[in-house]
């Protein structure tokens, strides 16, 4: 098993960064891919991007490519997710989540934090 902390959400003006981290913890927590999603009030949970657990592997949704960007520390078995020009639309629960899949289907993901509010303003 696998305990996922987020930390890093809060609110920021449009333009502004973020970085958000996910820190796992268990004794086989880098073997796990690690997720990003998003939950916006009123809508459905949104794949943001994702790393697998070597680190090689990667994808960031397609829109939001260029803006965001998802990297591992190994060594300290958290996983980042740098989020640059925020748009009031970024607002939302941030949530990382493992897996033992590379995947971006929710659906696959097992084991999930407790979530971190991200709030742009205009």
């Known amino acids: 098993q696998v305990q996922l902390v987020e930390s890093g959400g809060g609110l920021v003006q449009a333009e502004g960064s973020l970085r958000l981290s996910c820190l796992a913890s268990g004794r086989t927590a880098n073997y796990y891919t690690v997720g990003w999603f998003r939950q916006a009030p009123g809508k459905e949970r949104e794949f943001v991007a994702t790393?697998?657990?070597?680190?090689?592997?990667?994808v960031v949704a397609d829109d939001m490519k260029g803006r965001f960007a998802i990297s591992k520390d190994t060594a300290k078995s958290t996983v980042f997710l740098q989020m640059n020009n925020l748009k009031p639309e970024d607002t939302a629960v941030y949530y990382c989540a493992a897996s033992y899949e590379f995947s971006d289907s929710a659906a696959r993901y097992a084991y999930w934090g407790q979530g971190a509010q991200v709030t742009v303003s205009s």
């Open positions: 790393i697998s657990g070597s680190g090689q592997r990667m």
